[in-house]
Structures are given as C-alpha cells and as structure tokens.
C-alpha cells in the first residue's frame, strides 16, 4: 500500500534520519489535489471509507456544528502532508484520528500511537481503526502525564491538530520525542508560533495549501542534529 502511486509523486525531500525535510518544498505545497482521491485503489478506498466514518461518528468525537462531509475531507486533506515512510509517531489529543489516520494509511509502516484524554473519542476512534482494518495501532487513554515515563524519548515525531495552543502542545509533546525529534503541528494561518527561543525547540518550517485555512509547522526538539 505504501508502494502506490500517491506516495510516489512526493517529492523525495529526505534527510539522513529518515524525515521528510519540507524546509525545501514550495510555500504552496502540502497537499497537492492529484495526491487526494485521484483514482480508485486500496489506500483511496481506505480514505473514503474513514471520511464517512468520521461523518457518521462526528457527534462522538467533536466534529459538529457547522462541519458537512466537505469540510471533513478538507480535514483529512490538510493531514496528507510529505511525511516519512517509517518511525515511531505519537498523534498527541488525537480525537478522531486528525491527523494521524490519514498519515498512517498513506504510510502504513509508521508505528502510530494515539494519545486522548477522552475515554469516548478513543472507544469511536477504535471502532473506526476496526472498521478501516488497521492491525494493532496503540490507543493511550488519559491524560499526556500518564505515560510520560513508560514513553520517555520513545517517538520519531509528534503530530497534533487543535490541541491548544502551540506552547501548551510543544510543552506536552516533549518528554515523549527523541533528542532531535520532530513536532508536526497544524494551526490556523496566521497562528504559528516561529519564535521559540528559550524553549526545547527550533522552528524548522511552517507550509500550507493556498485553499486551506490551516498551516502545519514543524519544530525540532533541540540535542539532535541541526
């Protein structure tokens, strides 16, 4: 699955650990729309299948209000950014799996872990990972602090969508990720903190599609290299 088409066409932006470097791609560049839904296959079908799962469990997981199925699949779009192929991933406040299940049906050799204090959001989104056929994923239900110490150091990167604001999410992000480690985190435009000094991290980068209302930025975890 992770040998189609899609993951063929981005751009092959590898640094020596292993992690897409999107310090290169062009500003407009996360999500291109040939990359999204562009032929029937197995990783499409699975994409389709988890757009109307999120659809008809949304009550369950916080995607109501105003949210129709076209403003989910623009969220499962804002998900499908150049990614790595492998490693250890936490998706921190995962909710329904944003952005963690479209990153790992894209790449499904990523060892994905799901993080949420909600005992609800996490019993659907294990439905949803049942319903999609996705083998063993590690669902943590709790707070963050709960599994600190048994996941110190563990993850490649961390990934996080909404979870508050983004000197809360690094703060929280931290223990878990590697010296070195990587902190994907998307925030409305104009939301991105770049300044980070003092801090665990360096501002690496922050892209965007021209049609979406969200950026992702990407801060690493200072001790590793560069």
């Known amino acids: ?80 950014i ?25 790449h499904p050799a990523l060892e994905m872990a799901f993080l949420d204090k909600s005992r609800k959001k996490m019993n659907t989104l294990s439905l949803i990972l049942q319903q999609l056929e996705i083998p063993f994923p590690l669902l943590l239900t709790g707070e963050a602090s709960l599994f600190v110490t048994e996941y110190a150091g563990y993850f490649d990167a961390v990934v996080s969508r909404g979870m508050g604001e983004t000197e809360f999410v690094l703060e929280q992000a931290a223990p878990f990720l590697k010296e070195g480690g990587l902190a994907w985190l998307w925030k409305p435009k104009g939301f991105i903190l770049h300044d980070v000094q003092g801090k665990d991290y360096t501002f690496i980068a922050e892209r965007s599609r021209d049609c979406s209302l969200c950026s992702v930025a990407v801060y690493r975890k200072r001790g590793g290299e560069g």
């Open 1 to 80: 699955m992770g040998s189609g088409g899609k993951t063929e066409q981005i751009p092959a932006l590898i640094r020596g650990d292993g992690f897409a470097d999107i310090r290169d791609l062009p500003c407009g560049y996360l999500c291109p729309h040939y990359l999204l839904f562009p032929e029937r296959g197995a990783v499409t079908d699975q994409l389709e299948c988890y757009l109307s799962l999120l659809v008809r469990y949304r009550r369950n997981i916080n995607l109501t209000g105003t949210r129709d199925e076209g403003e989910i699949r623009s969220l499962i779009e804002d998900s499908l």
């Open 82 to 106: 150049p990614f790595p192929e492998e490693g250890r991933v936490l998706d921190l406040g995962t909710g329904g799996g944003l952005p963690g299940v479209p990153l790992l049906l894209m």
